[in-house]
T-cell receptor, first 116, second 114 residues
């Protein structure tokens, strides 16, 4: 089955850039997502990228996709203490025989700690 | 984004009892999903609930343990039946908005079984 892998921990200093990496195995993945989960809270959709794109930028967030290597990264510029959270990478595949996408397959999450 | 609410937000239950979790969405959606997040773990899909059809369960999850209702396009319930401490988790409702590919999550229901 599909598998999504992430490193479990990342620690950065406030003001530096954070790069969170993710690899996936399903070559038919259509959409790749980044979610943020703060302590005691639900999941917040940060951004997603379609598999025919290499890069997507949204304010401080930059997503890079290397489809050949099945590698996804999330770069957070000027990391702030409020960025401390768990970041989940997830993938889904567009169904050709029905509307919508397959349910998300999640990685285990990367805990980002920002040091003031 | 879609606005999703869940009730209850948390509960502490006794072993052997059942709890029904409600999920309400502010717009009509075809596809709704129920996930479980065990302590310190990632999310695992329990089932897909489409309106007008039986829920589709993932491997390891069965209807007798996790019955689901989907009476209309804005509402769903998940029941955790005959609970044991191993069912202590956060249960999250998710929807895929029909007009794009974004999937949104409710705030979750934190369940503790004693």
């Amino acid at each position: 089955g599909e598998d999504v892998e992430q490193s479990l921990f990342l620690s950065v200093r406030e003001g530096d850039s954070s790069v969170i990496n993710c690899t996936y195995t399903d070559s038919s993945s259509t959409y790749l997502y980044w979610y943020k989960q703060e302590p005691g809270a639900g999941l917040q959709l940060l951004t997603y990228i379609f598999s025919n794109m290499d890069m997507k930028q949204d304010q401080r967030l930059t997503v890079l996709l290397n489809k050949k290597d099945k590698h996804l990264s999330l770069r957070i510029a000027d990391t702030q203490t409020g960025d401390s959270a768990i970041y989940f990478c997830a993938e889904s595949t567009h169904r050709l025989w029905n509307s919508g996408n397959t349910p998300l397959v999640f990685g285990k999450g990367t805990r980002l700690s920002v040091i003031a | 984004s879609a606005v999703i609410s869940q009730k209850p937000s948390r509960d502490i239950c006794q072993r052997g009892t059942s709890l029904t979790i409600q999920c309400q969405v502010d717009s009509q959606v075809t596809m709704m999903f129920w996930y479980r997040q065990q302590p310190g773990q990632s999310l695992t899909l329990i089932a897909t609930a489409n309106q007008g059809s039986e829920a589709t369960y993932e491997s390891g999850f069965v209807i007798d343990k996790f019955p689901i209702s989907r009476p209309n396009l804005t509402f769903s319930t998940l029941t955790v039946s005959n609970m044991s401490p191993e069912d202590s988790s956060i249960y999250l409702c998710s929807v895929e908005r029909d007009r794009d590919n974004e999937q949104f999550f409710g705030p979750g229901t934190r369940l503790t079984v004693l």
